[in-house]
């Protein structure tokens, strides 16, 4: 939130740190799923950065609160509110579902359906239902288990706020603590997926809706109109407690911690203060947080084709590109160059990729959602609004 942002309505302000901070998650869930096991694989920080998708859950309830919650909770728009985030998630999940759909049946050349590429598991992947329990392993773009997590979230938000504002804020805390409770209880750890990760995605989210809706006015401080010294010590702070959290933590039962620590940073960065704020809405990042929803739907599919390649180009080079590192697994890279070389494509063909599916799907659709949900024509809307990401 920019110093400009005070004279403008609550709904109007734009937490661009937030988006920047959006766009390096996004990364770091690519890194975690690229075929690499050499020293940056290896780290602590990469192998448990599926924390950062709770990370996006918090951020989610944060911004969709800041958006939608008073209309919500004034009773009005539900279906709207529906529609929109419809518009924003699906189209480009449906894209994605349907290339994966055309390799795995080139792939496949005729053969039965085996693993966990099954028409059972595609129609989970296609109704959005594949996290809650239906099926038991990822398949297809298997990081579109959050986008389904997610859209459970929109509805019981909406339902919650628009049938019991006044108890909001009492229920937004308990469905946290207890959904946390389960899962510490029921699994000792926070990584749900296909089982419980509806659960896992409604306590960040309730969190980050809890934050923006009861705590954010009465908490949050008065930010200078340029950087401070205290608030970048501040951020430095959180970025480095987040990273030693993650890298520490991801697999033991304090990862259940995790959506009440990125909501504790997302407080602290929100309030844009330090050079870390300033640095998060350069360009350069403000791209990536632009494209971080295609960076993370795209990115498995990425992952696969430069698979297909290498496996095509070791057969025709007879040279070893991938290494076995246990029965059945194999990777790209063990040492530091190779994983450099590997994360430099995966990377690129990833952010190539997302611009383009960013501007032939993202956009158009959100477009069309904004303007069904106002009931408007997208004539009467400013290009820059309806380009405006949301996620």
């Known amino acids: 939130m920019t110093a400009a942002n005070q004279a403008k309505p609550l709904t109007d302000m734009r937490f661009d740190a937030l988006d920047g901070c959006r766009g390096l998650c996004a990364l770091m869930v690519v890194l975690l799923h690229a075929p690499i096991a050499g020293p940056i694989g290896q780290s602590g920080f990469v192998r448990h950065s599926f924390l950062f998708v709770d990370f996006f859950f918090v951020l989610s309830g944060f911004v969709i609160a800041h958006s939608w919650g008073a209309r919500l909770m004034a ?10 985030r419809f518009w924003r998630v699906y189209p480009l999940h449906f894209a994605m579902l349907m290339l994966f759909l055309v ?36 398949s297809w773009n298997y990081p579109s288990w959050s986008i389904s997590a997610e859209f459970v979230s929109y509805i019981l938000f909406a339902a919650l706020a628009v049938g019991a504002a006044r108890w909001l804020r009492a229920i937004l805390p308990i469905l946290a603590l207890a959904g946390s409770a389960f899962l510490l209880v029921r699994l000792g750890h926070i990584e749900a997926h296909v089982d419980y990760g509806w659960l896992r995605c409604l306590v960040g989210f309730s969190l980050g809706a809890l934050l923006r809706l009861f705590l954010w006015e009465r908490l949050r401080c008065d930010e200078p109109p340029a ?24 697999t033991a ?32 990042v403000m791209l990536l947080g632009l494209l971080s929803y295609s960076l993370y739907m795209t990115h498995a599919f990425v992952i696969a084709r430069l698979t297909n390649a290498a496996t095509l180009a070791e057969k ?64 009467s809307r400013r290009p820059a609004e309806a380009a405006q990401p949301s996620r």
Do not use: C
Not at 322 to 340: Q, R
């Open 253 to 284: 039962k304090l990862s259940i911690a995790a959506p009440f620590v990125f909501m504790a940073a997302i407080f602290v960065l929100a309030h844009e203060g330090g050079w870390v704020s300033r640095l998060l809405k350069s360009r350069p």
């Open 227 to 250: 950087p401070t010294g205290r608030w970048t010590l501040l951020e430095l702070a959180t970025v480095l407690y987040v990273i030693g959290f993650v890298s520490l933590f991801g």
């Open 75 to 84: 009773g009005k728009r539900w279906a709207d509110f529906i529609q929109a």
């Open 316 to 379: 025709l080079w007879h040279r070893p590109i991938f290494v076995e590192v246990a029965p059945g697994t194999k990777i790209m890279a063990d040492t530091l160059t190779g994983e450099i070389v590997v994360l430099a494509l995966i990377l690129s063909g990833t952010i190539v990729v997302s611009a383009l599916t960013w501007r032939f799907i993202e956009r158009p659709s959100q477009a069309i959602g904004k303007r069904l949900a106002s009931g408007g024509t997208m004539a």
């Open 103 to 138: 390799f795995e049946l080139i792939m496949r050349g005729g053969r039965g359906w085996e693993g966990a590429q099954t028409p059972e598991t595609f129609l989970h992947n296609l109704l959005l239902t594949h996290s809650l329990g239906f099926v038991s392993q990822l």
